[in-house]
């Protein structure tokens, strides 16, 4: 009895050893290994995808103006806001715009070529609240130049909490974008002219603002860089550009002070009734490889470099930089008191911007090292 329990353990072990055998075979066979740890980590990110749409060396030459990197970045996306574009979409927190502008040869289309780009997530035009009698952004006509489109921000009221003002251009969602060239035309009008007058400081006027990473994403790291106007004391006639970066205190759910840096330009006084080019150049990088450059060419006068900045573009305590995930590059964020400096004498804070165009750096960043 013995015995013939024995073969029958011996048979269904034999028969067990001979599937276990059979399956690691079959295994060799197909080219695999067992792994009983096979999981998606932070070690393996989703691969940066390949820019195929980037331009020729000859298109890139065509970039007026990008005389910083024009060889380490592409262009992607260039209007002037003329007909052919338009906004849409109008709602109590956003607005986008569509089209493509005629005036531009190539990468003229704001879904085609900025939305469409394998790196760019989605454009829009965020206001977080309020209605159109308080602030709107606006495709109009040139105040200098009736020939000529623009893109106007204004603010009547603080649209967000009866606190702050916010028309804002965003170009979130983006992946690996590790360093972005743009340029975009800007008229602070005469109403600026009340601003300068302010009775008080103003520390921030927010034109600019970029996001290595984002508060309102699960996102790790947060950190921003913001570009403010800003005015230095309550007697100053004059408005200057800061620029600052910022990590944000998780326990307390702020942007931290002090700051990570913050420059002042105390030279370069901002004009105010003339249209004035500026050029932006971001990399991503630390306090030795970390650049972001910040230049203005008032309309008929010459280049000034505002801010040459080398230092942290991302969080200093960041293990793996990933791009820059979120910008605004055309922005109008302020308080209620600069609101009611403007409106106080029945006018409206405005800004109006044009000739945007955006180059971003086209190769996989995955196999560039
Ligand atoms: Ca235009
Ligand atoms: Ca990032």
Redesign the pocket.
């Known amino acids: 009895m013995l015995f013939i329990s024995n073969l029958i353990a011996i048979y269904f072990l034999m028969k067990g050893m001979i599937y276990k055998i059979s399956f690691y075979l079959l295994l060799f066979f197909l080219g695999c290994k067992p792994n009983n740890n096979a999981k998606v980590t932070s070690d393996n990110p989703t691969p940066c995808p390949e820019n195929s749409k980037h331009p020729s060396k000859d298109l890139l030459g065509s970039l007026e103006g990008f005389d910083v990197q024009s060889d380490t970045t592409a262009l992607i996306f260039q209007t ?3 007909p052919g574009t338009k906004i849409i979409n109008q709602n109590k927190n956003d607005a986008t715009i569509i089209g493509t502008d005629r005036t531009f040869k190539n990468w003229n289309n704001w879904k085609l070529h900025l939305e469409r780009n394998p790196k760019i997530g989605y454009f829009n035009i965020q206001y977080q609240g309020g209605n159109a009698n308080q602030r709107l952004a606006e495709i109009v006509p ?1 105040p200098y130049d009736p020939n ?3 893109l106007k921000f204004w603010i009547k009221e603080p649209n967000v909490d009866q606190d702050v003002g916010r028309v804002q251009a965003n170009i979130y969602n983006n992946k690996c974008i590790k360093k972005l060239d743009y340029s975009v035309r800007l008229l602070l009008p005469s109403e600026f002219n009340n601003v300068k007058k302010a009775p008080f400081r103003i520390k921030w006027l927010t034109l600019m603002e970029f996001w290595n990473n984002a508060n309102w994403e699960a996102e790790p790291n947060q950190f921003r860089i913001t570009v403010n106007l800003q005015k230095s004391s309550k007697s100053t006639d004059s408005l200057r550009i800061g620029i600052r970066s910022q990590i944000r205190d998780h326990k307390l759910n702020k942007w931290k002070d002090p700051h990570v840096w913050d420059y002042m330009n105390s030279t370069f006084a901002v004009p105010v009734g003339k249209w004035m080019n500026i050029e932006v150049h971001f990399v991503e990088g630390d306090d030795t490889s970390g650049r972001f450059i910040l230049s203005i060419t008032p309309e008929g006068g010459s280049k000034s470099v505002i801010h040459d900045i080398t230092n942290f573009t991302h969080h200093p305590n960041d293990p793996n930089p990933d791009g820059l995930s979120h910008f605004n590059p055309m922005k109008l964020y302020t308080s209620k008191e600069v609101i009611e400096q403007v409106t106080s004498t029945g006018s409206l804070l405005n800004v109006y911007w ?2 945007f165009r955006l180059a971003i750096s086209p190769e996989n960043i995955e196999s560039s090292d």
């Open positions: 002037g806001f003329e040139d000529n489109n623009s044009d000739d």
